[in-house]
C-alpha cells in the first residue's frame, strides 16, 4: 500500500485522470513524500490552477486551494506572505503554467518566494481535448494543430532559471524513484523552487501521433538517471528500431542551484522560519 | 480622532488600514494608484503586507490566497484592469472568500481616457464576470464617504464571505476635502465567521449557517478543506449535479439580501418633489445642489441617491419616489443605472436618462436646465 | 452664500500643488468648506499644470469647474491656456515677468518671483508670495492663519522661508489695494 494512502481524501475518489495517464504517478511521488515528512498535513497548502494536472491537488487531504487558470502561482503567494509558516507547493500544468499562466511563473521566480513549483508537462491541454501547447514540440500533431505543429517548445526550465528561480529540476513520471528525491530536494531548498516533471497524455496526445499505449509512452521517455529523451525533433519519423519514438535526449535532474534571499526575508515577515541552506 | 484634507484615494487607503486591512496586492494604473501608493507605505509599518503583483489578473489572485491564509486583504485599480479582475471576482463569489476591490473609474472603452472621470463601469460591477452572480457595489459621493464605506466594504465581504466592490470616478478620487477619519470600535469590525466545530469529519466547508454563510476558517487552522472554481456540495468539493448547483446558486444570492437593510441611500428633499433626480458618486452632489437652486427657482426638486447600486434598493426606491412625476437619472455614461430605474419605476413615472461622456462631470447648471425643460413641458401628470 | 473657484496655474514644479494645500488648510483652519482637485497625469508633469481650489461658507458639491473666478498664472503656457477661460469678473494675478497679459481688464501683473529672490533669496517661493497675494484678494483668510498653514505645509527647511513669502505677498497686496482704494477715493 502507499505510504500516502492515509493523505488522501478516500470520498472524493474516483478521480478523473484517464487510463495510462501519467500525472497519477506524480502525484503518488508527491504524496509519498509528503507522508514521509509530515504526519498531517494541517501546515501545508496546495494550491493548483486548471488542467488535468491542477485537479490532483483536491485529491490530498491538506488544505487544498484549486484556483483559476494559469493564476494558482498569484494566488500562491498572496497565502505565503500572508501565512508565511506554511508550506506552499503549487501543482501546475504546461498549458497552465506556461501558457496562460506564464506571466506568473516568470514573475514568482523573480520574486523568489519560499514555495514549490510541480509541473506536469504532458506537451498539450489535456482537459479540453488535446489541443496544442507551449511544450508541444515541432510538427506533433494535436487536435489544433491537424498539419503538424508550425511553432517551437518551451523548455520551461531554461525560462524559469533566467527568471531567476533558485532551484530548479527536469524529473519524469517513469522514473518515480528519481522525482521523489527531486520533490524532496525542492521542498528542503530555500526559496522558489520548481520542478519541469515529463508525464504523457496518452488519451489525446499519444493518440493523435500514434505512440502508443501509456507504458509505451512511459518507456519512450527513458534513457538514464541523468537523461530524458522528449524533443521529438525527427518527427514525424517516429518509429526505432526498438519500437519507440525517437527523441531528443534532454538533461535530468537538478539543472540550476543558487542561494539568495527569499522574498519572506526581506521583506522581514514575522512567522517565516527560513530553512537551513 | 483627525480631521485632514485628504483625497478620495488616501481616504480610501486610510479607511482599509482602519478596518484592520493586512494585505493588498495591486498593479499600477491611473487613476487608482494612489490608493497602493499610500498602503505601500502603511501597510508595511503596520505589520502588513504590500505587493505589486504583475498584472490585475495575479493582484487580486495574491489577494484571495492571502484571504484564505486570514488576511483581510483587497486591491484597488482602474477600467482596464477591472475587466482584468473579472475573472477572479467570479471565482470569489463562487469560492466565497472574503475581498474588497475598489474600482476607480476613467473614461473607457479601452484605454480612453485614463486620467478623466466616469462612471462607466457600473454595469461592468454587476455582470463583468461571465455566469450568474450576486454582488455588492457600494458607491460613495464623497471623501469622507470613501472612508467610511471602505470600513463597511471590508465589513460586508467578511460578514457574507463574499468580494465587494467599491466604485468611484476620478474626481472623487484626487479632490481633497475634509475628512473625520473616525476609528471604528473594534466591536464594529466584522469577520468572517468561524466554524463551531472542530476540524474532522464532522466539519463541513460550505455548510452555511443561518445567514446563509459559510464559516471560514483559515489556511493553517487544522481544517484542510478543499476550495474551488467548481461548482461543489457542502464538502467544497466539485460537483456537476443539477440540484447541488441550483442550490448553491441561490444560497449566494439569497445571502447578499440583507445588505439592502444595511446600506441606506440617501434621501433629499424627495417628499413633495414632483422631479427627482437619481444619481451617485460625484454626480449626486451635483444633482444635490441642483435640487436647492430648482427650488429657489420654484421647482419641486429632489434626488434620490443610492450608496448601494447592487443589490438595487428596491424597497427604498419605491418608497421613496414612487410619487415623483419624473425621474431624470443623471450618471456619466450613456445609460447605466436608468435601465435599473426604469425597470423600478411605476407606469406613472416618466424616466429620463441623462448621460455626459467626455471625462468632465456634469455640472449644476446642466441639471438644471434638463429639469427646467421638463417641467416647462408640463411633463407632470397630475 | 460665498464661494470662490481658485485656478492656480503654472508648470510642474512651481508648487502649485503646496500653493492649494496651503490655501485649503488655511480655509479649514478658518472654518471654511473647501475642496481641491489638481490637473493629473501627463497634464501635470507638463508646462500647463492647474490646481483648483474652491471655498465656500457651506457644502461644496462639485469640486470641478472650467471658469474659475480668480486666476493664478505663473507661465505664459498656462495664461494661453486658461487665461481666455475665466469667470465674468474674474480677477487673475500674473507673474509679470513671465506672462504678457495686458489685454485682460481684471489683470494684476505682480513680479512674483522676483520678490521671492529679492526679499528672501529663494525665487522658488514665487507659489507663497502668490498665496499671500490671493489671501488679500479673497479677503476671507486673516494672514496668521495663511502664515501658519505655509509653515507647517512646507518642505524641511523651507518653513520660515515659505511663511515669510506669504506675509510679503500680502503685505504688498495690501499696500497695492490701499492705493487703488486712496486712488479711488481721491478720484471720488
Keep these: 500500500m502507499n505510504p500516502g494512502k492515509a493523505l488522501l481524501r478516500q470520498d472524493m475518489m474516483p478521480h478523473i485522470l484517464c487510463p495510462g495517464c501519467g500525472h497519477g504517478i506524480v502525484m503518488s511521488a508527491l504524496v509519498r513524500v509528503l507522508a514521509k515528512r509530515y504526519a498531517s498535513l494541517d501546515q501545508v497548502a496546495l494550491v493548483a490552477g486548471i488542467g488535468c494536472s491542477s485537479r490532483v491537488v483536491g485529491y490530498i487531504d491538506a488544505n487544498t486551494l484549486h484556483t483559476t ?49 510541480i509541473l506536469f508537462n504532458n506537451e498539450t491541454y489535456g482537459m479540453t481535448g488535446g489541443q496544442l501547447a507551449p511544450t508541444t514540440v515541432t510538427q506533433a500533431f494535436t487536435t489544433t494543430t491537424p498539419y503538424g505543429n508550425h511553432e517551437s517548445a518551451f523548455d520551461a526550465t531554461a525560462l524559469v532559471t533566467a527568471a531567476g528561480a533558485t532551484f530548479v529540476a527536469r524529473a519524469q513520471a ?7 528525491g527531486l520533490i524532496e530536494q525542492a521542498l528542503d531548498h530555500r526559496g522558489f523552487s520548481f520542478l519541469d516533471v515529463l508525464t504523457d497524455c496518452t488519451e489525446y496526445f499519444s493518440r493523435k501521433n500514434q505512440l502508443g499505449a501509456g507504458s509505451d509512452l512511459l518507456f519512450s521517455q527513458t534513457r538514464s538517471d541523468t537523461e530524458i529523451s522528449l524533443d521529438l525533433t525527427e518527427w514525424p519519423r517516429l518509429q526505432e528500431p526498438d519500437g519507440f519514438p525517437v527523441r531528443n535526449l534532454m538533461p535530468m535532474g537538478v539543472l540550476h542551484e543558487s542561494n539568495r534571499p527569499t522574498l519572506e526575508e526581506v521583506m522581514e515577515l514575522p512567522g517565516y522560519r527560513p530553512k537551513e541552506g | 480622532m ?121 454595469m461592468q460591477a454587476r455582470w463583468g464576470s461571465h455566469g450568474d452572480r450576486a454582488v455588492i457595489v457600494l458607491a460613495p459621493a464623497s471623501v469622507q464617504e470613501i472612508y467610511e464605506m471602505t470600513i463597511i466594504a471590508f465589513n460586508l465581504a467578511e460578514r457574507l464571505r463574499t468580494p465587494v466592490v467599491l466604485i468611484y470616478d476620478e474626481v472623487l478620487a ?7 477619519l473616525l476609528v471604528p470600535h473594534q466591536e464594529d469590525l466584522w469577520r468572517r465567521p468561524k466554524p463551531s466545530v472542530p476540524p474532522g469529519p464532522g466539519y463541513r466547508p460550505y455548510l452555511a449557517n443561518e445567514e446563509g454563510v459559510a464559516p471560514l476558517p483559515n489556511f493553517g487552522d487544522g481544517y484542510r478543506f478543499h476550495v474551488t472554481g467548481l461548482m461543489h456540495d457542502e464538502r467544497g468539493y466539485p ?70 447600486l447592487w443589490p438595487v434598493p428596491v424597497t427604498d426606491f419605491q418608497k421613496l419616489l414612487g410619487h415623483a412625476g419624473i425621474a431624470v437619472v443623471a450618471e456619466m455614461n450613456q445609460g447605466q443605472w436608468v435601465e435599473v430605474v426604469e425597470r423600478l ?6 424616466v429620463l436618462g441623462q448621460g455626459k461622456l467626455g ?24 | 452664500m460665498w464661494k470662490k473657484e481658485i485656478r492656480l496655474a503654472g508648470s510642474g514644479g512651481q508648487g502649485l500643488g503646496l500653493a492649494a494645500t496651503v490655501l485649503a488648510s488655511a480655509a479649514l483652519q478658518a472654518g471654511l468648506y473647501v475642496t481641491t482637485l489638481q490637473s493629473y497625469g501627463p497634464e501635470a508633469r507638463g508646462g500647463a499644470s492647474r490646481s483648483d481650489v474652491t471655498l465656500s461658507d457651506q457644502d461644496i458639491a462639485n469640486p470641478w469647474f472650467s471658469r474659475p473666478a480668480l486666476l493664478l498664472a505663473l507661465n505664459q503656457k498656462s495664461w494661453a491656456k486658461f487665461g481666455g477661460n475665466l469667470a465674468e469678473g474674474a480677477l487673475a494675478v500674473v507673474d509679470s515677468n513671465w506672462v504678457e497679459a495686458h489685454e485682460y481688464p481684471g489683470v494684476l501683473a505682480l513680479p512674483l518671483e522676483q520678490m521671492a529672490k529679492a526679499e528672501l533669496r529663494e525665487k522658488i517661493a514665487a507659489n507663497m508670495v502668490a498665496v499671500g497675494v490671493i489671501g488679500v484678494l479673497l479677503d476671507r483668510l486673516p494672514l ?45
Excluded at chain 3, 155 to 183: D, S, T, Y
Design chain 3, 144 to 188: 496668521a492663519i495663511l502664515a501658519e498653514a505655509a509653515y507647517l505645509k512646507a518642505p524641511k527647511g523651507f518653513e520660515r522661508i515659505n511663511k515669510a513669502a506669504v506675509e510679503l505677498g500680502w503685505h504688498v497686496m495690501e499696500q497695492i489695494k490701499g492705493g487703488v482704494e486712496r486712488e479711488h477715493i481721491g478720484g471720488a
Design chain 2, 2 to 122: 483627525a480631521t485632514e484634507l485628504v483625497s478620495g484615494n488616501e481616504a480610501c487607503a486610510r479607511g482599509a488600514m482602519a478596518a484592520g486591512c493586512n494585505f493588498f496586492g495591486g498593479y499600477p494604473i491611473s487613476p487608482s494608484s494612489e490608493v497602493a501608493e499610500a498602503l505601500a507605505r502603511l501597510l508595511p509599518k503596520n505589520g502588513g503586507v504590500f505587493l505589486q503583483m504583475e498584472d490585475e489578473m495575479g493582484s487580486l489572485g495574491s489577494v484571495l490566497g492571502a484571504s484564505l491564509g486570514g488576511a483581510k486583504a483587497m486591491t484597488a485599480t482602474s477600467g482596464p484592469g477591472f475587466t482584468l479582475m473579472q475573472e477572479h471576482l467570479g471565482y470569489a463569489t463562487l469560492a466565497e472568500i472574503p475581498c474588497v476591490v475598489v474600482d476607480v473609474m476613467r473614461v473607457g472603452p479601452s484605454t480612453g481616457v485614463p486620467t478623466a472621470p466616469s462612471q462607466g463601469d457600473v
Design chain 2, 359 to 382: 471625462g468632465e462631470p456634469m455640472t449644476t447648471e446642466e441639471l438644471m436646465n434638463v429639469a427646467e425643460t421638463l417641467m416647462q413641458k408640463g411633463a407632470r401628470v397630475l
Design chain 2, 345 to 350: 419605476a411605476p407606469r406613472s413615472m416618466q
Design chain 2, 174 to 180: 484626487h479632490m481633497r476635502e475634509r475628512v473625520e
Design chain 1, 174 to 180: 517513469y522514473r518515480p524513484d528519481l522525482l521523489e
Design chain 1, 69 to 117: 487558470h494559469g493564476r494558482a502561482l498569484s494566488f500562491a503567494t498572496g497565502l505565503k506572505l500572508a501565512r508565511p509558516e506554511l508550506t506552499v507547493i503549487v501543482v501546475t500544468g504546461d498549458g497552465d503554467g506556461l501558457g496562460i499562466g506564464g506571466n506568473h511563473l516568470i514573475h514568482a521566480a523573480r520574486r523568489n518566494v519560499d514555495l514549490t513549483c
Design chain 2, 239 to 308: 460537483t456537476t449535479q443539477a440540484k447541488a448547483v441550483s442550490q448553491l446558486m441561490s444560497r449566494l444570492k439569497n445571502k447578499m439580501e440583507p445588505v439592502t437593510e444595511w446600506i441606506l441611500p440617501e434621501s433629499y428633499r424627495l417628499e413633495d418633489a414632483d422631479l427627482a433626480f437619481v444619481a451617485y458618486g460625484i454626480t449626486a452632489r451635483v444633482a444635490k445642489e441642483a435640487v436647492d437652486r430648482l427650488r429657489d427657482a420654484g421647482i419641486l426638486a429632489g434626488l434620490f441617491r443610492p450608496r448601494l
